[in-house]
Every structure is written in structure tokens, then in C-alpha cells.
């Protein structure tokens, strides 16, 4: 009886659906659009597609990206092993790594951290002329990574630990870094900051002895280093190629001598 009842209730709300649609699709009026010959039309301009500004780390120079301090930041690792100096046995000695940039930063250089920008300069002009990849062995140094990856005496009042100091070489030419050295001196004929001022143009041998082979040049802002394959080698530079080594000897910006301290050395940087 209820499944009669129901099959009569659906009948007839089927045949009341129907008759409902019937009415709407009889009532529908369409009507055309007309324009008059004087219509104006909105007048639109084509979209244009404006590309996003690059963060500085994203320029490239020559194909490859532009240097920024960013490249200098200190390269421990806590990954790395322990070294172990058995130079003198009654005092051998175990070095660990720092854990990297993300535990402190770089350093604090007239109350900015950073490097020096003579350094990012000449990197980026070597780039730029070369059209081949500036590779950064080591920039900063921060006091445990610098005792870790170099354990002579000389490194431990090297200028890395301040910011002023930087190993590197060019891709495509590892084996001509007497071609990289004659940019460098291109740098300052053609930086217009320094052009015509003899004191940043003439570049001088350094004549007294050192930890290299051939005499380091210099003039009143750098000091430029370079170790052949046999020298210089310590944990950053384990590569075997012969390498640059620029060491900043003064600020033009605040016109004082460039030196290391302990205070800039160990107290110089913010530790997160």
C-alpha cells in the first residue's frame, strides 16, 4: 500500500516539474542587443607583463651571479672531522669546526656587517671581464673555523678573521692566475675612483720575504698574494691549483690603515 501511495506521489510531482518548465521556457523573451553608429567603444591598453626587480644576490654579471657578501660567509661545518696536530706531541692538539654562518655572522666593518667592498668590487669586475666563474675558497673566517682550517701561526692574525681578506680563483683559468693578476691592476686604470691617482695605480713587488714564492704586489689599498700549486694549502684551499689571495691594507671610506686585532678578530661579529 505505501510503495502504491509513493508511486503516485511521483507521477504526479514528474507531471507538475514538467508543466512548470513548460511555463518558464514559454515566458523567456530574448531580446536583441542594437547600438547606434555613434557608440564608442572603451578604448583599452594591450597589458604588458613587468618582470620582477632581482634581489642583488640574483644579478648576474657575464652570465653568472653578481658577488655579494653573501659569498663570503665562513665555511665551517660541524659535519667536518676533528684535525688533530701532532706537530709537537708533548701538546698534540684537536681542532673541532665551528657550526657554520648560521651561528654567527659576518663581520661588524664601520657598523655594518659585511666585507670589505673593494673585495666584492675586484671580484665582480675579474667576473665580469673573464666571462668565467669567480670561485671564493675562503672569505670570512670566524675564530673557530680559522684555528680549524689553518693551524700555522701565520694564520692566526690573518686578515679572514676581520673581513678583509679573500682566496679565490677562476674558473676556466685555475692555471693562468698571472692573466687574473693583470685584471686586477686593469681594476684600478679603469674604476674611475681611482684612475690617474698613482698611489692605487702603481703597484709595486713587496721584496721581503714571505710565505710564497713569487714576490706578493701591493699598492695603497691591497696586498696581493699568489700561492703556486705547493703552497698555501689548508683545509678551504685543498683544491690543486695555484690561487689568489687579496688582503685589504686600507679603507678609503673612513681613510685609515686596515689592521688586525684581537678585539675585530674575536669581538667583531654578532653569535646568534
Partial sequence: ????????????????????????????????????????????????????DLYPFEEETAGFFKITKEFFRCKGNPLNPERVDTSNLDNVKVYLDCVGPIKHSLP?????????PVLIDILNFVQRKTKKRVVITCGHR????NSYADISNIAKTSKHLIGAEVDFYIQGLENS???????????????????????????????????VSTPPW??????????????????????????????????RSTKQKVNYTWEKAYRGYLQH
Avoid: W
Fill in 108 to 116: 661588524l666593518i664601520n657598523g655594518k656587517e659585511g666585507v670589505y
Fill in 1 to 52: 500500500m505505501n510503495c502504491q501511495r509513493l508511486f503516485i506521489f511521483f507521477i504526479i510531482f514528474s507531471l507538475i516539474s514538467c508543466k512548470d518548465n513548460k511555463k518558464t521556457a514559454h515566458s523567456t523573451k530574448i531580446e536583441k542587443i542594437s547600438r547606434s553608429k555613434d557608440d564608442i567603444y572603451y578604448k583599452y591598453q594591450e597589458p604588458t607583463k613587468n618582470l620582477m
Fill in 177 to 211: 692566475p698571472l692573466k687574473v693578476m693583470d685584471l686586477i691592476f686593469d681594476f684600478y686604470k679603469e674604476d674611475s675612483r681611482y684612475r690617474g691617482s698613482e698611489e692605487y695605480e702603481g703597484f709595486q713587488q713587496y721584496q721581503k720575504e714571505t710565505d
Fill in 142 to 145: 670566524c675564530p673557530k673555523h
Fill in 218 to 251: 701591493h699598492n695603497k689599498e691591497i696586498f696581493v698574494k699568489l700561492y703556486q700549486y705547493n703552497e698555501g694549502r689548508d683545509f678551504n684551499n685543498r683544491h690543486p691549483y695555484p690561487y689568489i689571495c687579496i688582503q685589504v691594507l686600507y679603507d
